[in-house]
């Protein structure tokens, strides 16, 4: 057992408790954990419920989203899986790609760097926390760790990956494990490159006529664009029935492209149920996130998620955010804005959305509910 550490009730704690908790769950377990200890416990009404939670219960069994084939889009059957794209968008606000051309080995090796970046000892790990939100680098806990009450059984490292600036914030990216530089930016360049492919299918989706010039100018504003990268990392844990990895949520940037391993975790909220999304190997789950609720004025919904943890398999994924600049306005696209369709949301810049996530426990979708206009 490490310095420091005390039993308690079966339960290993440590004698300072909040500075052990802000060194992130990670650290917990690898101390010797057999209880979770009362910061991470939900009250009930927040817990996954069982039923939901273990796959083995489930009524219907995991959801299978539905599917995007990326090759099909860029061929002769574009217009049918354009209007598979608008169907997805509007009743599940989440999909899965496939055949994207997104290689295996790009895929393997940023796999392989996440899951040793988190076996790190921790004071390697550690060099990468801060407390500053606006860090371009940052490694921490739960979900917002500076204001979270209970906390989520989460590790994360966030790195902000805007194309303009990649090279030099590659300076700051962890230098451990080795390739970690390398196969994190090749990653981050491609699923660049999907998200740009994805955004032009997507405003094709919307139904509205669009000349080239115009397709253009909006595409130019999403390639200068912002991309957050986070690694999410969550251990096994000894009572995963009381707690989340992941509150539920909605992302707020345009797009979200995750890639999951094949440890179940992620449940989306459908039909006003949590029901779990079953991993599909070497795809992709996109999402729409508050920005693209917006610019579609409220035809597609950014979809509340959650994470539920196990007792069995620590889970690794990686969420790239993708959006317009964050010098930009977010506002319905005016195309979609007529006397029939009113406008839905105020005009929003992105450093307030970035304001209020670091200011509370942006939970659910309170942010985008204050932008509603009410007619
Ligand atoms: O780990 C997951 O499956 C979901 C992660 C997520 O929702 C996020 O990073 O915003
Ligand atoms: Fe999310």
């Given at each position: 057992m490490a310095p420091g550490l005390a039993v308690e009730n079966g339960n290993t704690l440590m004698a300072s408790e909040p500075q052990m908790y802000q060194k992130g769950v990670k650290h917990l377990c690898d101390n010797g954990l057999n209880k979770l200890p009362s910061k991470y416990i939900l009250p009930n009404s927040d817990r996954p419920d069982t039923s939901d939670y273990s796959p083995h219960l489930?009524?219907?069994?995991p959801l299978q989203l539905p599917l995007i084939d990326f090759a099909q889009l860029l061929g002769p059957n574009r217009h049918h899986v354009i209007h598979s794209l608008t169907k997805a968008c509007q009743e599940y606000g989440f999909f899965q790609v496939i055949?994207?051309?997104?290689?295996n080995d790009v895929i393997t090796n940023m796999r392989e760097v996440c899951s040793k970046f988190f076996e790190l000892p921790y004071e390697e790990r550690a060099?990468?926390?801060?407390?500053?939100?606006?860090?371009?680098v940052r490694y921490g806990t739960s979900f917002n760790q500076n204001k979270d009450n209970v906390y989520c059984w989460r590790d994360f490292l966030k790195l902000t990956c805007n194309p303009n600036d990649l090279h030099q914030l590659?300076?700051?990216?962890?230098?451990?494990?080795?390739g970690f530089k390398d196969s994190a930016s090749t990653y981050v360049e491609e699923t660049r490159g999907l998200f740009l492919s994805l955004v032009k299918a997507i405003v094709e989706s919307l139904g509205k006529e669009i000349d080239e010039n115009e397709e253009q100018l909006l595409l130019n504003e999403f390639e200068n664009g912002s991309q957050l990268m986070v690694v999410n990392c969550y251990p096994k844990c000894?009572?995963?029935?009381?707690?989340?990895?992941?509150?539920p949520h909605s992302d707020y940037g345009f797009l979200t492209l995750l890639l999951q391993d094949q440890v179940e975790g992620l449940q989306i909220h459908y039909k006003q149920k949590w029901v779990t999304v079953q991993p599909l190997p070497n795809s992709f789950v996109v999402n729409i996130g508050d920005h693209l609720e917006i610019f579609s004025n409220g035809k597609y919904k950014s979809v509340l998620h959650r994470v539920v943890v196990n007792a069995k398999k620590t889970r690794i994924s990686v969420a790239t955010l993708h959006s317009l600049p964050f010098d930009s306005i977010i506002k319905p696209?005016?195309?979609?804005?007529n006397e029939e369709n009113p406008r839905l949301y105020r005009d929003t810049d992105f450093g307030t959305f970035l304001e209020y996530i670091s200011s509370?426990?942006?939970?659910?979708k309170n942010f985008l509910e204050s932008r509603k206009i009410i007619h």
């Open positions: 489930h009524v219907s069994g055949n994207h051309g997104i290689s060099k990468y926390m801060s407390s500053d939100m606006h860090a371009t590659l300076s700051g990216w962890p230098s451990s494990p080795s000894p009572e995963p029935e009381l707690t989340l990895g992941m509150p696209w005016p195309k979609l804005v509370c426990e942006p939970k659910r």
